[in-house]
C-alpha cells in the first residue's frame, strides 16, 4: 500500500513537472521563436533542472510535438462540439457560428506554430511527423463532420466529408496567418466565417443537395 502511494504521488509530480515544462516552453518559444530557443531556457523559465526535462523529453522538437498535439486536440473537440450539437439535422450556419466563436486563435500559439512550420519545412523527418499530426486533426473533423451531417448533403465540389476537413483546415490556416500581420481577433473570426459558410453550404446560408454522405 505504501509503495503505491508513494508511486501515486511520484506520477502526480511527473506529471505537473512535464505540464511546468510546457508551459514555460510555450512561453519561451512565443517570446523569442523555436529556432531561438534553448532546452536551458526552457528549464530556466520552468524552474526545473536539464535533468528534469531529459526524465520528460528528449529533445525541443519532442517537446514542440507535445504542445502542437494539446493543441491539435483542442481544435479537434472544439470543432466536434460545436458539430455535434445538432445531432444528424446539421444547421451548417448556425454551427459555422458556433465554430468561429469557440476556434483557437491565439496569436502566441500562431506564432510558435509558424515558427515551427518553418522549421518542418527543412528537416523531412520533422515534416512527416508534423504532416502525421495535421492528417489526424483532418480525420477527427472529417469524422465528426460526417456523423454530425448524417445523410444531410455536402457541396459536391469537396468530394465528401475528407475533403471539406481540407477545406476546413486550409481555411483556418489562410485566416490565422492574416491574423498573425494585423493581430485582429474580431476581423479573423468573421472572415472564418465567411469562409466556412461558403465552403460548407452554396455560399447563400442554405445547405447543397447535391451529395449525400452515406
Known sequence: ??????TGRV????????AELLDAAF????AKGFGHVSI???CQAAGYSRGAFYSNFDSLDELFFALYRERAELIAEQVSGALAVDGPDLDVPAT???VTEVLLLD???LLVKTDFLVHAARDPAV????LEHRARLRRAIADRLGRARGNSALPAVLGGADGAAHAVVAAYDGVTTQLLLDGDVA??????????TALLTDGSGTTARAERIV
Open 1 to 6: 500500500m505504501a509503495a503505491r502511494t508513494t
Open 96 to 98: 459555422v457560428d458556433r
Open 187 to 196: 476581423r479573423a473570426r468573421g472572415w472564418l466565417k465567411q469562409l466556412l
Open 11 to 18: 506520477t502526480r509530480r511527473r506529471v505537473r513537472t512535464r
Open 107 to 109: 496569436r502566441d500559439w
Open 27 to 30: 512561453a519561451v518559444f512565443a
Open 40 to 42: 536551458e531556457e526552457v
Open 127 to 130: 515534416a512527416r511527423t508534423l
